[in-house]
Nanobody, 120 residues
Framework: QVQLVESGGGSVQAGESLRLSCAASRVSVTNNCVGWFRQAPEKEREAVATPVIGGGGFYYPDSVKGRFTISQDNAKNTIYLQMNSLKPEDTAMYYC?????????????WGQGTQVTVSS
């Protein structure tokens, strides 16, 4: 079955960097739209790096713009989230997700998540 497996999370100090990875199996990151989301305790899930529907490029919320960057390695069928200048408010569970219909608002496949904890 389709699997998205995140890794790279951990506990860091404010100002440090992390790179999250999402290895996909039985779903191609080349032929599907993939993105990153996060959910902090008692907060709603939010998109942090997702493809712009109907256009090129990626959406980043203001809270992470300029600090987070999504990329992908098609040969490894893996997507990444480079996170720089981390802040305590970035603490959350981070998920990657994929959808075959890039015009859909809904993502079909989700990983199990990787925890990021940033201390001040």
């Amino acid at each position: 079955q389709v699997q998205l497996v995140e890794s790279g999370g951990g506990s860091v100090q404010a100002g440090e960097s992390l790179r999250l990875s999402c290895a996909a199996s039985r779903v191609s990151v080349t032929n599907n739209c993939v993105g990153w989301f996060r959910q902090a305790p008692e907060k709603e899930r939010e998109a942090v790096a997702t493809p712009v529907i109907g256009g090129g490029g990626f959406y980043y919320p203001d809270s992470v713009k300029g600090r987070f960057t999504i990329s992908q390695d098609n040969a490894k069928n893996t997507i990444y989230l480079q996170m720089n200048s981390l802040k305590p408010e970035d603490t959350a569970m981070y998920y990657c997700a994929a959808k075959s219909n890039c015009y859909s608002l809904s993502y079909t496949y989700w990983g199990q998540g990787t925890q990021v904890t940033v201390s001040s």
